[in-house]
């Protein structure tokens, strides 16, 4: 079983950081789950145009083969102009919606409001619902403040919030998707 973390950015390390602290806390809780990071920084992805993937000549791609082939995802973003990043929108908009349909995915997101975290409710998880996704039911904001100066995590309830995203996430798979079941995606 693969927990794919996205970190939806293509700027800054905060998004990386707490989708990082979340798979770092699945390890622990089943180290039998494979975990990897997809960070949006480390590739160069086109824009969608509706091409052929094959056809792109950057990491497009081998970006659309990684999220194609986990078994279940933690999203991360942080919030810029009252929104997910653009980087994110333009991944979601390269899956094919049978990809995602009837995988577990849970939310993080970061950024320098407190107000912010309604985008994780009013944007993200209707994604989800569009890609007929499960959702895991808590997600984690994690404030500017919540950072210390070596930019690790500092808050007791954020690393509390962190811990139990971890373990939905992992009860959600285990029940839903039982070793060796698979799901048709020609529904």
């Given at each position: 079983?693969?927990?794919?973390?996205?970190?939806?950015?293509?700027?800054?390390?905060?998004?990386?950081?707490?989708?990082?602290?979340?798979?770092?806390?699945?390890?622990?809780?089943?180290?039998?789950?494979?975990?990897?990071?997809?960070?949006?920084?480390?590739?160069?992805?086109?824009?969608?145009?509706?091409?052929?993937?094959?056809?792109?000549?950057?990491?497009?791609?081998?970006?659309?083969?990684k999220v194609?082939?986990?078994?279940?995802?933690?999203?991360?973003?942080?919030?810029?102009?009252?929104?997910?990043?653009?980087?994110?929108?333009?991944?979601?908009?390269?899956?094919?919606?049978?990809?995602?349909?009837?995988?577990?995915?849970?939310?993080?997101?970061?950024?320098?409001?407190?107000?912010?975290?309604?985008?994780?409710?009013?944007?993200?998880?209707?994604?989800?619902?569009?890609?007929?996704?499960?959702?895991?039911?808590?997600?984690?904001?994690?404030?500017?403040?919540?950072?210390?100066?070596?930019?690790?995590?500092?808050?007791?309830?954020?690393?509390?919030?962190?811990?139990?995203?971890?373990?939905?996430?992992?009860?959600?798979?285990?029940?839903?998707?039982?070793?060796?079941?698979?799901?048709?995606?020609?529904?």
């Open positions: 079983m693969k927990l794919l973390g996205i970190a939806g950015t293509v700027i800054g390390a905060k998004t990386s950081i707490v989708v990082q602290s979340v798979l770092d806390e699945v390890k622990k809780t089943a180290p039998e789950i494979e975990v990897e990071l997809l960070d949006l920084r480390e590739h160069r992805m086109s824009l969608c145009d509706g091409r052929d993937p094959a056809t792109y000549t950057d990491d497009t791609k081998k970006v659309i083969d194609s082939s986990a078994d279940f995802y933690l999203i991360g973003t942080p919030i810029f102009q009252g929104s997910m990043t653009g980087a994110l929108k333009n991944l979601f908009d390269h899956i094919q919606p049978q990809v995602l349909r009837h995988k577990v995915m849970g939310f993080v997101a970061n950024g320098g409001t407190y107000q912010h975290y309604l985008v994780i409710e009013n944007q993200l998880k209707p994604i989800a619902g569009f890609f007929r996704a499960y959702v895991a039911p808590g997600s984690v904001y994690v404030h500017a403040d919540h950072f210390n100066s070596q930019n690790e995590i500092s808050d007791e309830d954020v690393l509390r919030r962190i811990n139990e995203l971890a373990r939905e996430l992992v009860h959600m798979q285990k029940a839903l998707k039982p070793a060796g079941e698979t799901i048709s995606h020609n529904r």
